[in-house]
């Protein structure tokens, strides 16, 4: 073979080249483009087509910064009539649900908001509802929930079998206090009992206003018990039984927000463009570790309650209790 057809070759393999990496390039930038746009909110929300937004409050209920930013922008948004709320969630933080409580009564002042109740709307998640205008929820539905809990171990006995011995340094006795290393004292148990008492008021308040109800009056509601959702509704804890379709329609009939809108799903978009993509991969990847510790501790038969111990706080959340 001569040196000249080496050549035509050698170009004709570059130029293949070439066409493949534009090609990977121009695919690149259009997912990325995909997920910018995608990540948020329907298309109809970019063009700005009426509409009634949805949002979904599932799993552990948190303080989140992306999520309060998002219902602060459906609350400015021209073209979202309403808002309706998805809850399917046992709790989480008491933080968590009073910051959201806060942000869907700071929407309701200028649209109407709804709640749908999925399979589990409990503490917390029962606080983002009393943030709504009008609470839907499936007939059995577990709701109710209403209390505060703060749960620590203790493993100063076992430290003592193993011969470790935790030393600590600190400005006053209650610095840290209760801890796991040491028996929790009287006065200790005391301040923390205080503190949940504090809570626990502010969310029977939560109730009695919104929900125009006197606690004591509810059979078990102040002891923290649950409910079907019939059950809540006979208590007047939730206003009708039904879906989506159900919520929807009180948001036409009730509040005149025009038929037949599309509804549309609003996510949060982490902070910054490059969070926008890689924002979804870190939760994915957290989703998936959090999903490899329930395994272990599965295998290793620890307490339910010991994926609790990750959220700081005063914590809202409900759990069925084991024998």
């Known amino acids: 073979m001569s040196l000249e057809t080496e050549a035509v070759l050698d170009r004709r393999r570059m130029r293949r080249r070439l066409a493949f990496w534009r090609t990977a390039a121009v695919l690149f930038v259009g997912l990325l483009l995909g997920a910018l746009l995608f990540g948020s909110e329907d298309l109809s929300s970019l063009a700005g087509t009426k509409q009634i937004a949805r949002i979904e409050i599932?799993?552990?209920?948190?303080?989140?910064?992306?999520?309060?930013?998002?219902?602060?922008?459906?609350?400015?948004?021209?073209?979202?009539?309403?808002?309706?709320?998805?809850?399917?969630?046992?709790?989480?933080?008491?933080?968590?649900?009073?910051?959201?409580?806060?942000?869907?009564?700071?929407?309701?002042?200028?649209?109407?908001?709804?709640?749908?109740?999925?399979?589990?709307?409990?503490?917390?998640?029962?606080?983002?509802?009393?943030?709504?205008?009008?609470?839907?929820?499936?007939?059995?539905?577990?709701?109710?929930?209403?209390?505060?809990?703060?749960?620590?171990?203790?493993?100063?006995?076992?430290?003592?079998?193993?011969?470790?011995?935790?030393?600590?340094?600190?400005?006053?006795?209650?610095?840290?206090?209760?801890?796991?290393?040491?028996?929790?004292?009287?006065?200790?148990?005391?301040?923390?009992?205080?503190?949940?008492?504090?809570?626990?008021?502010?969310?029977?308040?939560?109730?009695?206003?919104?929900?125009?109800?006197?606690?004591?009056?509810?059979?078990?509601?102040?002891?923290?018990r649950i409910y079907s959702g019939r059950q809540a509704l006979s208590n007047k804890l939730v206003d009708e039984i039904g879906g989506e379709a159900e919520a929807v329609r009180w948001l036409e009939t009730s509040r005149n927000v025009t038929k037949d809108l599309k509804v549309v799903n609003w996510k949060p978009t982490p902070e910054g463009t490059w969070g926008a993509v890689t924002g979804q991969a870190s939760r994915a990847a957290g989703n998936l570790m959090l999903s490899a510790l329930a395994g272990v501790a599965d295998l290793a038969s620890l307490p339910a309650n010991l994926g609790r111990l990750g959220l700081d706080g005063l914590v809202s959340v409900w759990q069925p209790a084991e024998n």
Do not use: C
């Open 58 to 224: 599932e799993g552990t209920i948190t303080d989140d910064r992306d999520q309060l930013a998002m219902l602060k922008k459906i609350r400015e948004a021209s073209h979202v009539e309403a808002l309706l709320v998805f809850v399917n969630s046992p709790g989480g933080t008491t933080t968590g649900g009073e910051s959201l409580y806060l942000a869907l009564r700071d929407v309701a002042e200028k649209k109407p908001v709804v709640a749908q109740f999925g399979t589990i709307a409990a503490s917390a998640g029962y606080i983002v509802g009393l943030g709504t205008d009008h609470i839907v929820a499936r007939g059995n539905t577990i709701t109710g929930s209403v209390g505060v809990l703060a749960q620590w171990p203790e493993i100063s006995e076992l430290l003592g079998k193993l011969g470790v011995r935790f030393n600590e340094v600190k400005s006053g006795a209650l610095k840290a206090s209760p801890n796991p290393f040491e028996p929790t004292t009287e006065e200790a148990r005391r301040v923390m009992q205080d503190t949940i008492d504090d809570g626990f008021r502010w969310f029977l308040s939560l109730v009695q206003d919104r929900r125009g109800i006197n606690p004591q009056d509810v059979d078990g509601l102040v002891q923290g």
